[in-house]
T-cell receptor, first 114, second 113 residues
Framework: DGGITQSPKYLFRKEGQNVTLSCEQN?????MYWYRQDPGQGLRLIYY???????QKGDIAEGYSVSREKKESFPLTVTSAQKNPTAFYLC?????????????FGAGTRLSVL | AQTVTQSQPEMSVQEAETVTLSCTYD???????LFWYKQPPSRQMILVIR??????QNATENRFSVNFQKAAKSFSLKISDSQLGDAAMYFC??????????FGAGTRLTVKP
């Protein structure tokens, strides 16, 4: 089945630890995105990538890092510099980076701090 | 900066009835796209409907339709013949060329049997 797979579904981070959230898509989409969702708020963009080996910061990139070594993969690392990492993280992809392109989402990862 | 406002944190509707969710946005752009996404309890975001700003005709997808008022910068979602499966968070989103997608804070819709 074509789609976007995020793993793990639940993740726990100890203080001072870096953790990596996985996002894989088999839709052959060029653009991929990471969003953070907090209660009572809409989605906020962390990072996005429109092409392999290139990515740009979104509104809340501090404390996060990404890589885009393969078209189908866009992992997000939550570093120890992110002081409030507890949130729901959503990965999305779209055929391209144009405004008209629909973004398709994964099922998300819930990150909590121990 | 573009902002999207959903003024109704929660709404409820009786099964088989019609409900309208409100969304307003702020922009100085003339060409942009508007979206409604649904987030059911599974938390996966699903596109409900998309509207191109240059089109005057309101978009429709089965029981879902929009009322797009460009001058008023309003983009409401009407759900007809509401079903139990429509219960979810609904997010309004805006995107213009060269800019990121902007989401509203969401409206939680409850459907009463």
């Amino acid at each position: 089945d074509g789609g976007i797979t995020q793993s793990p579904k639940y993740l726990f981070r100890k203080e001072g630890q870096n953790v990596t959230l996985s996002c894989e898509q088999n839709l052959n989409h060029d653009a991929m995105y990471w969003y953070r969702q907090d209660p009572g708020q809409g989605l906020r963009l962390i990072y996005y990538s429109q092409i392999v080996n290139d990515f740009q910061k979104g509104d809340i990139a501090e404390g996060y890092s990404v890589s885009r070594e393969k078209k189908e993969s866009f992992p997000l690392t939550v570093t120890s510099a992110q002081k409030n990492p507890t949130a729901f993280y959503l990965c999305a992809s779209s055929p391209g980076g144009l405004a008209k392109n629909i973004q398709y989402f994964g099922a998300g990862t819930r990150l909590s701090v121990l | 900066a573009q902002t999207v406002t959903q003024s109704q944190p929660e709404m409820s509707v009786q099964e088989a009835e019609t409900v309208t969710l409100s969304c307003t946005y702020d922009t100085s752009e003339s060409d942009y796209y508007l979206f409604w996404y649904k987030q059911p309890p599974s938390r996966q975001m699903i596109l409900v409907i998309r509207q191109e700003a240059y089109k005057q005709q309101n978009a429709t997808e089965n029981r879902f339709s929009v009322n797009f008022q460009k001058a008023a910068k309003s983009f409401s979602l009407k759900i007809s013949d509401s079903q139990l499966g429509d219960a979810a968070m609904y997010f309004c989103a805006y995107r213009s060329a060269g800019n990121d997608m902007r989401f509203g804070a969401g409206t939680r819709l409850t459907v009463k049997p």
